[in-house]
């Protein structure tokens, strides 16, 4: 009896490891050889909520959502969106960029600036 509780009790603890361990790269672009990146504002969420992008790149966020939505950093702030419109940023320095909405602090997404594709 002890070894089958023992058997599930291991089983159990790496099926939580191994999904814990396990990236989530749905919401996540690789858009290095886009020639502008973009991020969709709906359901309250930026998709996708992370980018790597190239020095130089200008990402484009679009509020496809019925509410106003804006974009906060420390690197740049858009003015508010209502639905349809957009705002664009060009990334000249290579860097982490955290993001947020400043209205729904909640929603957030991170830009990722590399030099070249070679540098991640």
């Known amino acids: 009896m002890m070894k089958k509780v023992f058997s599930a009790f291991l089983m159990l603890f790496f099926a939580v490891v191994f999904t814990s361990c396990s990236s989530n790269t749905e919401n996540s672009t690789d858009a290095t050889n886009s020639q502008t990146p973009a991020v969709s504002i709906e359901n309250s969420s ?63 997404g991170k830009i990722i600036v590399v030099e070249n594709k070679s540098t991640y």
């Not at 130089?56 to 639905?83: M, Q």
């Not at 419109?85 to 993001?99: C, K, L, R, S």
């Open 46 to 108: 930026f998709k996708p909520s992370n980018i790597t992008v190239r020095k130089g790149a200008v990402v484009e966020w679009t509020n496809n959502d019925t509410t106003v939505h804006n974009i906060k950093a420390t690197a740049f702030n858009s003015p508010d969106l209502e639905k349809g419109e957009t705002f664009e940023f060009t990334f000249v320095t290579a860097g982490t960029y955290d993001y947020s909405c400043g209205i729904h602090p909640t929603m957030k």
